[in-house]
């Protein structure tokens, strides 16, 4: 069940949006424009179940914002058309409420009056909206977004509404919701990542085989992530198109906000990440920085080298071999070439994104895992500093998405990284975990703790007896004495 929101410039459609949906979803600023794209969020409704808002943009360029506007009518299933009180009806709102009539969905929109506080007291409000009546909507109310005036009557109208629909499809519905439900965990997240303009938005509109998200050659176009779903070869898939990500201290401002959001949803939904490459640039340090800081956060990813189409084939294989050379410190991330745009390569993305998904969400049994590591470093045992040497007491899988290792040693301080890099390809080797990447943390065994104070007990007297004697050298060198050698 789909509810679109619609309106001029600045009428406060995202306001309402986020009131709507119960959490700050949409950019909101008082800068015409901020919203850009179509903002899609699932919810679920008392006495409704799921449905999802969608958020039109406000664009000043209103033939590029017609369009949007008119696929969200076209889409859904409910309308809420936003007029601004202190503006009053002007030609977009002509422009929207005529394309309302042509497509017969008067009977399935409610007429929304926002900031009718401005010019009016609470008291007048429902005098005040009786002069939209003579659109010839049956629904009309006047409401206040930013104030939340007048919000529980809109919810209480969107339930009402619904509810007389469902009345009329209830056995299809239900099939439907149903079905949804037993899909829905598994579904396949993933988002796409990268720079400004490498081309996340054209990878978006593929996958959807429509005009999601806009498509320009001006870097920033894509303000705040886009979520789209699909289904491919009977696999249900959601995927989000990032606002492409320039340096921190480059980012502020409404750009700094959608940073913030998509780093949570990031963290949240833990997705798969297609990071976008520009193939024509090739992979710059700025990229090599990005991939290593969504290797912190430890979320499975593939890298797409992207614009291939517009490379011959030695090209091509010189960009590959170098981005696999950069690649070395994260081997187990799959690179593949594409081109967003005539989709060459996609389809063999999607050949690995249900392995890498279950690779993920891999288990290892304990003793399985602690018998492969035990054969391993004994046949092969890493080397250390004399009396500096880190055993591997015991190591279990503690979790999942990322696959999280805890590995109990005789001395923490001691496993340092080459010790870490050896365990992890150990596993790697035995286990796989294509695409994902492994978290390992040590700890020290309270035996061990002791253990090692005796050993530090024995070195500071070796030390202090060493220091002893080289001052008794000193000493005897200085009266022109020699130790006689043994």
Same mark, same amino acid.
């Given at each position: 069940?789909?509810?679109?929101?619609?309106?001029?410039?600045?009428?406060?459609?995202?306001?309402?949006?986020?009131?709507?949906?119960?959490?700050?979803?949409?950019?909101?600023?008082?800068?015409?424009?901020?919203?850009?794209?179509?903002?899609?969020?699932?919810?679920?409704?008392?006495?409704?179940?799921?449905?999802?808002?969608?958020?039109?943009?406000?664009?000043?360029?209103?033939?590029?914002?017609?369009?949007?506007?008119?696929?969200?009518?076209?889409?859904?299933?409910?309308?809420?058309?936003?007029?601004?009180?202190?503006?009053?009806?002007?030609?977009?709102?002509?422009?929207?409420?005529?394309?309302?009539?042509?497509?017969?969905?008067?009977?399935?929109?409610?007429?929304?009056?926002?900031?009718?506080?401005?010019?009016?007291?609470?008291?007048?409000?429902?005098?005040?909206?009786?002069?939209?009546?003579?659109?010839?909507?049956?629904?009309?109310?006047?409401?206040?977004?930013?104030?939340?005036?007048?919000?529980?009557?809109?919810?209480?109208?969107?339930?009402?509404?619904?509810?007389?629909?469902?009345?009329?499809?209830?056995?299809?519905?239900?099939?439907?919701?149903?079905?949804?439900?037993?899909?829905?965990?598994?579904?396949?997240?993933?988002?796409?990542?990268?720079?400004?303009?490498?081309?996340?938005?054209?990878?978006?509109?593929?996958?959807?085989?429509?005009?999601?998200?806009?498509?320009?050659?001006?870097?920033?176009?894509?303000?705040?992530?886009?979520?789209?779903?699909?289904?491919?070869?009977?696999?249900?898939?959601?995927?989000?198109?990032?606002?492409?990500?320039?340096?921190?201290?480059?980012?502020?401002?409404?750009?700094?906000?959608?940073?913030?959001?998509?780093?949570?949803?990031?963290?949240?939904?833990?997705?798969?990440?297609?990071?976008?490459?520009?193939?024509?640039?090739?992979?710059?340090?700025?990229?090599?920085?990005?991939?290593?800081?969504?290797?912190?956060?430890?979320?499975?990813? &593939? !890298?797409?080298?992207?614009? @291939? %189409? /517009?490379?011959?084939?030695?090209?091509?294989?010189?960009?590959?071999? $170098? +981005?696999? =050379?950069?690649?070395?410190?994260?081997?187990?991330?799959?690179?593949?070439?594409?081109?967003?745009?005539?989709?060459?390569?996609?389809?063999?993305?999607?050949?690995?994104?249900?392995?890498?998904?279950?690779?993920?969400?891999?288990?290892?049994?304990?003793?399985?895992?602690?018998?492969?590591?035990?054969?391993?470093?004994?046949?092969?045992?890493?080397?250390?500093?004399?009396?500096?040497?880190?055993? &591997? !007491?015991?190591?279990?899988? @503690? %979790? /999942?998405?990322?696959?999280?290792?805890?590995?109990?040693?005789?001395? $923490? +301080?001691? =496993?340092?990284?080459?010790?870490?890099?050896?365990?992890?390809?150990?596993?790697?080797?035995?286990?796989?975990?294509?695409?994902?990447?492994?978290?390992?943390?040590?700890?020290?065994?309270?035996?061990?703790?002791?253990?090692?104070?005796?050993?530090?007990?024995?070195?500071?007297?070796?030390?202090?007896?060493?220091?002893?004697?080289?001052?008794?050298?000193?000493?005897?060198?200085?009266?022109?004495?020699?130790?006689?050698?043994?």
């Amino acid at each position: 069940m789909n509810i679109g929101l619609v309106g001029s410039t600045n009428v406060g459609k995202s306001t309402l949006f986020n009131r709507l949906i119960g959490q700050f979803r949409a950019i909101v600023t008082d800068i015409p424009g901020t919203t850009r794209d179509i903002i899609e969020h699932e919810t679920l409704i008392d006495d409704i179940g799921k449905v999802t808002f969608l958020d039109s943009p406000g664009l000043h360029d209103f033939t590029e914002e017609e369009v949007l506007i008119k696929q969200i009518i076209n889409h859904s299933d409910l309308i809420l058309f936003m007029i601004d009180d202190s503006v009053g009806i002007t030609a977009k709102e002509q422009h929207i409420y005529s394309y309302i009539i042509e497509k017969h969905k008067k009977k399935d929109t409610i007429l929304i009056v926002n900031k009718i506080d401005i010019k009016h007291k609470e008291k007048e409000y429902d005098l005040a909206v009786n002069e939209y009546y003579n659109l010839g909507f049956e629904h009309v109310l006047g409401i206040s977004a930013k104030k939340q005036k007048n919000l529980v009557e809109v919810k209480d109208l969107i339930t009402k509404i619904i509810n007389a629909k469902l009345l009329k499809e209830s056995t299809e519905v239900a099939a439907l919701v149903t079905s949804e439900t037993q899909v829905q965990d598994n579904r396949i997240h993933m988002a796409i990542i990268g720079k400004p303009n490498a081309g996340k938005s054209t990878l978006l509109n593929g996958f959807m085989k429509k005009k999601v998200s806009k498509v320009e050659s001006i870097p920033g176009t894509t303000r705040d992530y886009i979520i789209g779903e699909f289904t491919m070869e009977r696999k249900k898939y959601v995927v989000y198109d990032t606002a492409g990500i320039r340096k921190k201290w480059d980012i502020h401002g409404i750009e700094k906000i959608a940073f913030d959001k998509t780093l949570d949803m990031l963290k949240y939904k833990r997705p798969i990440i297609l990071f976008l490459v520009d193939g024509v640039e090739g992979v710059s340090h700025r990229d090599m920085t990005l991939i290593q800081e969504i290797n912190n956060l430890a979320l499975p990813m &593939i !890298l797409c080298v992207n614009k @291939i %189409d /517009i490379l011959d084939t030695k090209q091509q294989k010189n960009l590959l071999a $170098k +981005t696999k =050379a950069m690649m070395d410190f994260a081997k187990y991330i799959q690179v593949f070439p594409i081109s967003a745009k005539t989709q060459k390569g996609v389809k063999e993305i999607f050949k690995v994104l249900g392995q890498i998904k279950k690779e993920a969400e891999k288990r290892i049994d304990t003793s399985e895992l602690n018998d492969i590591i035990g054969k391993e470093f004994i046949s092969r045992p890493p080397r250390f500093p004399k009396n500096k040497i880190c055993k &591997i !007491l015991y190591i279990t899988q @503690i %979790d /999942i998405n990322a696959p999280t290792f805890i590995a109990f040693v005789n001395h $923490k +301080t001691r =496993a340092n990284f080459a010790f870490k890099r050896r365990l992890e390809n150990t596993i790697r080797s035995h286990f796989g975990f294509m695409g994902t990447p492994l978290v390992i943390r040590f700890k020290e065994r309270q035996d061990s703790r002791i253990e090692r104070r005796d050993e530090e007990k024995e070195e500071n007297k070796e030390e202090k007896t060493e220091a002893l004697w080289k001052t008794k050298e000193k000493k005897q060198e200085a009266y022109g004495h020699r130790t006689k050698k043994k």
